[in-house]
Nanobody, 113 residues
């Protein structure tokens, strides 16, 4: 059974940082591209960032480029998202997802003073 469990969310002030992690199991993590998506209150899913299976190719939505960094540790089956200079508009539930369409349990990020 494929499982993706995100963690690391919380309440942070504007300008602050958080590091999200996603623990993956039930599939060969190192063989799959991965991504982070988010859903803000009352809005649809938004793609945030993606990384290829080997970790050498990364891409970002314009809204987070220069502030967020995606990474992965294939030895530990873990995906990360380092989020810096957070803004109130980054408030959302963040999910990690596979390239075959599975999305795990999310973690809430709230940016507010």
């Amino acid at each position: 059974e494929v499982q993706l469990v995100a963690s690391g969310g919380g309440l942070v002030q504007p300008g602050g940082s958080l590091r999200l992690s996603c623990a993956a199991s039930g599939f060969t993590f190192s063989s799959h591209d991965m991504k982070w998506v988010r859903q803000a209150p009352g809005k649809g899913l938004e793609w945030v960032s993606g990384i290829n299976s080997g970790g050498g190719t990364r891409s970002y939505a314009n809204s987070v480029k220069g502030r967020f960094t995606i990474s992965r540790d294939n030895a530990k089956n873990t995906l990360h998202l380092q989020m810096n200079s957070l803004k109130p508009e980054d408030t959302a539930v963040y999910y990690c997802a596979t390239d075959f369409g599975t999305r795990g349990k999310g973690t809430q990020v709230t940016v507010s003073s």
